[in-house]
């Protein structure tokens, strides 16, 4: 069973940079696809990055040009680096990652808080 462990969360003033990783551990297949998603109170989770275990990406409108995400397959590793945080990031981050095997398997982080504001 897979286990992804998140990291990087915390309190921001806007503006403001943070680093997210998420480890990945316990899998027998390769990982597809990495990424992280995002729930604010009230609101449904969305995605926020994604990336192939090939290295194609793809980002939320809102957070393009703001955001980048990365990743280290060797260490099963995704990193979310978000530059000029605003307060509308405010939320909940989750990892996820995606096994693909006859289907697809998501996986699920425990989620870190992520809170801008000054």
């Known amino acids: 069973q897979m286990q992804l462990v998140e990291s990087g969360g915390g309190l921001v003033q806007p503006g403001g940079s943070l680093r997210l990783s998420c480890a990945a551990s316990?899998?027998?297949?390769?990982?597809?696809?990495m990424g992280w998603y995002r729930q604010a109170p009230g609101n449904e989770r969305e995605l926020v990055a994604r990336?192939?275990?090939?290295?194609?990406?793809n980002y939320a409108d809102s957070v393009k040009g703001r955001f980048t995400i990365s990743r280290d397959n060797a260490k099963n590793t995704v990193y979310l680096q978000m530059n000029n945080l605003k307060p509308e990031d405010t939320a909940v981050y989750y990892c996820?990652?995606?096994?693909?095997?006859?289907?697809?398997?998501?996986?699920w982080g425990q989620g870190t808080q992520v809170t801008v504001s000054s």
């Open positions: 316990g899998s027998s297949f390769s990982i597809n696809a």
């Open positions: 990336i192939t275990s090939g290295g194609t990406t």
């Open positions: 996820n990652a995606v096994i693909v095997v006859i289907r697809a398997y998501n996986y």
